[in-house]
T-cell receptor
């Protein structure tokens, strides 16, 4: 149990489908993050939410749409994806969105393995 | 802009032997440095972190890392590896505005 739970673990979708990834954290943290992990590439930060407010959108295409209804839940809505979007999508949380000033490292979920066909 | 380089893509080490993973960073101010480990099918788990103070940092699972400002390095070490240490290891640097930059990772294989 990592404290950060992601569902589903695996997802296969066509390019015309609409699906959503879900993340829930049980750590009482205030910040939540979406990262994309592609093979042999550095993790890419996609979105950051701090106290439910989006504070970072790292030039992510609009076919990815995040939603953060409260500090414990984070969604990533997907539509009209491309095959190059296939990757492991990792959710993370931290006490606050400030790894230095708050001395709060990231806690990661186990990820959703997404395959776009 | 901050960046992290992990020069070794893949390292193979015998069980019981020592392990050292290299990490070099580029950052304009005092960095916040992290090492994470990822086992197959899992998310990333924090091994250790450096914010300030003693440049030799102890982490979980018997790992340690040393911050060397003059070399812009934060290498990870373990004196004696176990088969369960086979995983992918990521170095990361953080800035005051919380954006973590990760390296591309080093895969460690442990042979019996």
């Amino acid at each position: 149990e990592t404290g950060v739970t992601q569902t589903p673990r695996h997802l296969v979708m066509g390019m015309t489908n609409k699906k959503s990834l879900k993340c829930e954290q049980h750590l009482g943290h205030n910040a939540m993050y979406w990262y994309k992990q592609s093979a042999k590439k550095p993790l890419e930060l996609m979105f950051v939410y701090n106290f439910k407010e989006q504070t970072e959108n790292n030039s992510v295409p609009s076919r990815f749409s995040p939603e953060c209804p409260n500090s414990s839940h984070l969604f990533l809505h997907l539509h009209t994806l491309q095959p190059e979007d296939s990757a492991l999508y990792l959710c993370a949380s931290s006490q606050g969105a400030g790894t230095g000033s708050t001395n709060s490292p990231l806690h990661f979920g186990n990820g959703t393995r997404l395959t776009v066909t | 802009a901050q960046s992290v380089t992990q020069p070794d893509i893949h390292i193979t080490v015998s069980e019981g032997a020592s392990l050292e993973l290299r990490c070099n960073y580029s950052y304009g101010a005092t960095p916040y440095l992290f090492w994470y480990v990822q086992s197959p099918g899992q998310g990333l788990q924090l091994l250790l972190k450096y914010f300030s103070g003693d440049t030799l940092v102890q982490g979980i699972k018997g790992f340690e890392a040393e911050f060397k400002r003059s070399q812009s390095s934060f290498n990870l070490r373990k004196p004696s590896v176990h088969w369960s240490d086979a995983a992918e290891y990521f170095c990361a640097v953080g800035s005051d505005d919380y954006k973590l930059s990760f390296g591309a990772g080093t895969t460690v294989t442990v042979r019996a």
